[in-house]
């Protein structure tokens, strides 16, 4: 590790530092951009200004977030609006006016596969749409009891195990599509079940699978870290699946970062993340797991330059080839990149 941890000049919040190791090559596999009414807008300038702090940032990956459909036209189609718009946002990195990360250089985006088969249509026109960019759909299933944990979408209890979204998740694998999903730990074992009836489709787990800390969860760390490790072991036996270590900012992880009154600084976040963080390359290994941003939902807790700080300072002891696996290899395989 090179480099020291301490506040960047221009920042007189405290808010942001001067990066580790900023040599070290980083694709972000996990990003999000749109607008939504009542919401901050997050769009290519809001994140040129998150990812020029000083890290090398090569490429990113944006994941679809429901914004930007098309108005009109089939329903089912509207959805590749959002692909069309990322696509626009890569084409305009592309031309290398907004500095040197590749932005979008893959774009994973979001179909209903309670289509069933009639999904096919959708993907191939995301596929189009995303003119070479295109790798991949996500679902959100994060469905809880606990209403306030279930998704805005509203996703039903057991998604992932329906018959019909099967029929189109079959559809993937044929067009070389992965798929990923935002799930919580509680409902690891349905993604277990589906990468074993699907073991020629890549699955990626995003947000380390989710360990909740909220709600119904709070103050019982210890029985849920113990349940999501269990089911991260059965997981990783399963050599078609791969994970996501991010997310910690997230409020529903639980660790209450986003209510402290100053803006927490790597110092403190990395003791906090550390245990997740190992726990998932131990189980995974390196060229298994990718460390994401999830900005801006993580942006909640802390700064972009922080959040690359935190996992430069958890992952000091690894090695080279440890390093190179967690923060750039492994998403440059999975996404099929080359941002050098």
């Given at each position: 590790?090179t ?32 607008f939504?009414a ?14 020029t ?16 459909y098309?108005r ?14 990322a ?5 305009m990195?592309?031309?290398?006016l ?9 774009i ?12 096919e249509?959708?993907?191939?026109a ?8 295109f790798?991949?759909v ?11 944990m279930?998704d ?7 998604l992932?195990r ?5 029929q ?8 070389g ?17 589906l990468?074993?009836a699907f ?13 909740p800390?909220?709600?119904p969860y709070?103050?019982k ?5 113990l349940?999501?490790?269990a089911?991260l072991?059965d ?11 991010g997310?910690?900012g ?5 660790l209450?970062f986003?209510q ?12 906090a993340?550390?245990p997740?963080?190992?726990t998932?390359?131990?189980?995974f290994?390196p060229?298994r797991?990718?460390l994401?941003?999830?900005f ?15 996992f430069?300072?958890?992952?000091a002891?690894?090695?080279d ?11 440059a ?5 080359r941002?050098?």
């Amino acid at each position: 590790m090179t480099g020291d941890v301490g506040l960047a000049e221009s920042d007189p919040t405290g808010w942001q530092e001067q990066p580790i190791d900023p040599a070290l090559p980083i694709i972000d596999p996990h990003h999000h951009l749109g607008f939504k009414a009542g919401r901050p807008s997050y769009l290519l300038p809001e994140l040129l200004a998150d990812i020029t702090r000083g890290h090398d940032i090569r490429a990113t990956v944006i994941v679809e977030s429901t914004v930007m459909y098309r108005r009109d036209g089939p329903e089912e189609l509207r959805c590749v609006g959002e692909t069309e718009f990322a696509n626009g946002v890569a084409a305009m990195s592309a031309s290398g006016l907004y500095g040197p990360p590749r932005i979008c250089e893959g774009i994973v985006g979001c179909v209903n596969f309670r289509l069933g088969a009639r999904v096919e249509k959708v993907l191939e026109a995301h596929v189009a749409a995303g003119n070479g960019r295109f790798r991949g759909v996500r679902s959100v299933a994060t469905w809880d009891e606990y209403a306030p944990m279930t998704d805005y979408r509203q996703p039903p209890s057991g998604l992932l195990r329906d018959a019909t979204f099967q029929q189109g998740f079959a559809k993937l694998a044929p067009l070389g599509l992965t798929f990923e999903t935002w799930i919580y730990s509680t409902q690891l074992t349905d993604v277990i079940e589906l990468a074993r009836a699907f073991p020629l489709t890549r699955i990626i787990v995003d947000h380390m699978g989710g360990p909740p800390g909220v709600g119904p969860y709070a103050g019982k760390r210890d029985e849920v870290l113990l349940q999501w490790k269990a089911r991260l072991r059965d997981l990783s036996r399963l050599p078609n699946v791969f994970l996501k270590v991010g997310g910690l900012g997230m409020p529903v992880i639980g660790l209450g970062f986003e209510q402290w009154t100053r803006r927490p600084g790597s110092a403190d976040l990395a003791p906090a993340w550390k245990p997740y963080i190992e726990t998932c390359v131990d189980i995974f290994g390196p060229n298994r797991c990718m460390l994401e941003s999830n900005f801006p939902p993580d942006k909640k807790s802390c700064d972009y330059g922080v959040l690359w700080n935190t996992f430069k300072i958890v992952t000091a002891s690894y090695s080279d080839a440890e390093k190179e696996a967690l923060f750039r290899g492994t998403a440059a395989s999975v996404y099929r990149l080359r941002p050098d």
